[in-house]
């Protein structure tokens, strides 16, 4: 391997991290958006903004090595323009399983950097 090569590796590790530092923020972000959901009180204001938080997730899961993010986002982001905002509750359900995963990829990613 050539020191570009060894570069260019560390560079998207530091990317990666940097990425799993901001899911963190992005999860509570989801949380808050459910909670306003279970209580029925999404404003489009609210779905506008999750729609951004969603789109984000699906545009940045794959590049930094999450594809299920982005698959989930993918299908969330579509479920968002069938059924919301008719079904407030449902899509908050939905948001549970998408923070679900973002939890184990973190919960993953932890234990992974632990062991090595």
């Not at 391997?1 to 989801?30: H, P, W």
């Not at 969330?76 to 359900?93: C, G, N, R, S, W």
């Amino acid at each position: 391997m050539n020191k570009n090569d060894t570069e260019l590796r560390q560079l998207m590790q530091r990317m990666r991290v940097s990425y799993l530092d901001g899911l963190g923020a992005r999860i509570d972000q989801l949380r808050q958006f459910a909670e306003i959901l279970r209580e029925e009180k999404a404003t489009p204001e609210h779905y506008q903004d999750l729609r951004k938080e969603i789109h984000g997730l699906i545009g940045s899961g794959t590049t930094y090595g999450f594809p299920k993010i982005t698959e989930q986002g993918k299908v969330f982001h579509e479920m968002l323009h069938t059924i919301a905002p008719a079904h407030q509750k449902l899509v908050a359900d939905y948001i549970d399983s998408l923070i679900h995963s973002c939890d184990k990829i973190l919960i993953d990613e932890r234990s992974t950097d632990e062991s090595t």
